[in-house]
């Protein structure tokens, strides 16, 4: 059950409209790391979570705080549209204000689609997707997907930090860094803790066996660049994170294995192939008239 309670957690309140600004805050909203993403990510985690208990309730926790997150940078970017300037004088310009849009760099959609809002879209317009979140049921793919998510999400709040003034949205920023400095370190800590309790551990899945895989190649670091410096990292030489091996090096690959031939797939999906067109055509009709969907 979800609770609505009208309150923001941290002040959302620019010191004056910028409608520019507002088109950037959109990626930090609506992006592929935005707010929209990890509140989403986090719950359908819990949701699908089979197992009760402390890394449940962690998730739909800061699911929960992260749904406050997208308010707070909805109710930022309002304000900023609010009174908004174009921000063009040249009046032939600014006589077609979808121009004016356009050349200021403002998000027309946010004025004509939200009425002066947020929309669920990154910076481009482009429209926030599913696809966005990671959500496998296995706890250590997903909490360490969550560690880069807030990564990922901080380096661009980071940026957005250096490109306005503003003290009202520095101030927001600035506690969203800190959130996602604590988030950070919460996922790695509740990935280190799932390998500790022996719960889960590398290579993920680790409950599939190891041995129903190419051994031989599994700790094996191939150079597929001419780049040698590859071959001086701890990735290509000493014990294997997981504990399970060594890692080794080769410096270029094995010649591979013969391509198969070109596949011929069924004659109603019309593709181009060798065989004659007429033949092709031909072999259609017989597959019709065979039932052979």
């Known amino acids: 059950m979800y609770f609505h309670r009208q309150e923001l957690q941290h002040k959302a309140t620019p010191d004056k409209p910028d409608a520019v600004y ?12 935005g707010e929209i993403s990890v509140a989403m990510q986090y719950q359908f985690q819990a949701w699908n979570m089979h197992m009760p208990g402390k890394y449940r309730d962690l998730v739909f926790g800061i699911g929960a705080e992260e749904m406050g997150h997208v308010e707070m940078l909805a109710t930022m970017i309002a304000q900023l549209l609010e009174k908004a300037p174009l921000g063009i004088t040249d009046e032939a310009v600014q006589a077609d204000p979808t121009v004016a849009a356009v050349v200021g760099g403002t998000d027309i959609q946010q004025g004509i689609v939200a009425g002066a809002g947020a929309r669920p879209v990154d910076s481009m317009g482009n429209p926030w997707s599913g696809s966005y979140i990671t ?37 927001l920023l600035k506690f969203l860094l800190a959130r996602d400095t604590m988030h950070q370190n919460q ?11 022996g719960i ?34 701890s990735w290509a030489s000493g014990p294997t994170p997981d504990g399970n091996g060594e890692f080794s090096y080769r410096a270029e690959p094995e010649r591979g294995v013969p391509m198969p031939p070109p596949t011929q797939p069924d004659a109603r999906w019309y593709g181009t192939t060798p065989k004659p067109n007429l033949m092709e055509k031909v072999a259609g009709e017989v597959q019709d008239k065979l039932h052979m969907e």
């Open 22 to 33: 507002a088109r950037k805050l959109q990626e930090v909203l609506g992006g592929q790391y």
């Open 135 to 171: 959500a496998s049921g296995n706890l250590l793919a997903d909490f360490t997907a969550n560690a880069n998510a807030e990564m990922q999400g901080r380096v661009q709040v980071a940026r957005l930090y250096h490109m306005t003034d503003d003290h009202g949205v520095r101030d």
């Open 187 to 197: 996922w790695i800590a509740a990935a280190a803790e799932l390998q500790a309790e």
């Open 200 to 233: 889960e551990s590398l290579p993920v899945p680790s409950n599939f066996p190891q041995k129903k895989e190419h051994t031989e190649v599994s700790y094996e670091y191939i150079n597929f660049s001419d780049g040698p410096a590859a071959g001086e990292g």
